[in-house]
């Protein structure tokens, strides 16, 4: 593909100057110049899809708790940092939205809930940004939540999340839909870069803290940097 999107992007939203998936990190990276953000949802209890990275909140809020065992109201109701609850994946849109974002969407299921996360995130998105001039991206490490992601909604853009660029990818990648491949940058190498941008697919590298090894990775042909070091890396870096 030729990437159409953003090419830095502001990781959890304010990388590491605000508390992450919060909505003032959406707002701070937007606040910065930047055009792209990246954040990860999860479904509460309800079924309500949510901004969180891990399964339990106790390491964002200081409260132990059970993402998947916990309504939204409580999950809400949490100091995400700076005063601010957990915001849902339709606020968070909607900001996005105001604020010109586009936004890489990480599908984040709590275990046991791959199949369920995929298809409600997808559809939700497709509702959210369904007037939006630029879609955003839906990626996930689920295999199972991209199948049910793309099954609810097969228009959507896809991208395979991996440690490393996988051995069969080749087919991988037309298999589960995806149009892209996100991968950890210390596992890249140019030649596995070059070969997956020579076979039509978009590539983004996480998450590159370096200035040094963030101008390499464009150098191989990367369209895609996520950056926690909104400062070192700006929105103009590429």
Same mark, same amino acid.
């Given at each position: 593909?030729a ?5 830095i992007?502001a990781?959890?939203g304010?990388?590491a ?11 701070l990276?937007a606040?910065?110049?930047f055009?792209?953000?990246?954040f990860?949802v999860?479904?509460?209890k ?8 891990d399964?339990t909140?106790?390491r ?7 993402v998947?065992?916990?309504?939204f109201k ?6 995400a940092?700076?005063g601010e609850?957990?915001p ?5 849109s ?7 974002l586009?936004?890489?969407i990480e599908?984040k ?10 298809? /409600?995130v997808? *559809?939700a998105?497709?509702a959210l940004?369904k #007037?939006?001039? +630029?879609?955003p991206i !839906?990626s ?13 909604e097969?228009r959507?853009?896809?991208g395979l999340?991996?440690g490393?660029?996988?051995a069969n990818w080749?087919a991988?990648?037309?298999?589960l ?13 140019e030649e ?10 978009g590539?983004?590298?996480?998450t590159v803290n370096?200035? /040094?090894?963030? *101008? ?5 042909g990367v #369209?895609?940097? +996520?950056t926690?070091a !909104?400062?070192e890396?700006?929105?103009d870096f590429?």
């Amino acid at each position: 593909m030729a990437w159409p999107f953003p090419r830095i992007v502001a990781h959890r939203g304010g990388g590491a100057l605000a508390p992450e998936n919060t909505l003032g990190a959406l707002r701070l990276g937007a606040s910065l110049g930047f055009k792209g953000v990246e954040f990860d949802v999860m479904l509460a209890k309800d079924g309500t899809p949510v901004l969180i990275h891990d399964e339990t909140t106790e390491r964002t809020t200081g409260v132990k708790g059970s993402v998947p065992a916990m309504t939204f109201k409580e999950l809400e109701r949490l100091d995400a940092g700076n005063g601010e609850g957990i915001p849902s994946f339709e606020k968070a849109s909607q900001l996005c939205l105001r604020l010109g974002l586009w936004a890489n969407i990480e599908i984040k299921p709590a275990k046991g809930h791959e199949r369920a996360t995929g298809e /409600a995130v997808a *559809r939700a998105a497709a509702a959210l940004w369904k #007037d939006a001039p +630029v879609a955003p991206i !839906l990626s996930s490490f689920s295999m199972d939540a991209l199948r049910a992601a793309r099954a609810a909604e097969p228009r959507h853009h896809y991208g395979l999340l991996a440690g490393d660029v996988p051995a069969n990818w080749a087919a991988l990648l037309p298999e589960l839909g995806c149009r892209a491949l996100h991968c950890n940058h210390e596992k890249l190498t140019e030649e596995k870069a070059r070969a997956v941008r020579a076979a039509g697919y978009g590539l983004l590298c996480w998450t590159v803290n370096d200035p /040094a090894a963030g *101008r390499r990775l464009l150098g191989w042909g990367v #369209d895609c940097l +996520v950056t926690d070091a !909104l400062k070192e890396i700006g929105p103009d870096f590429a």
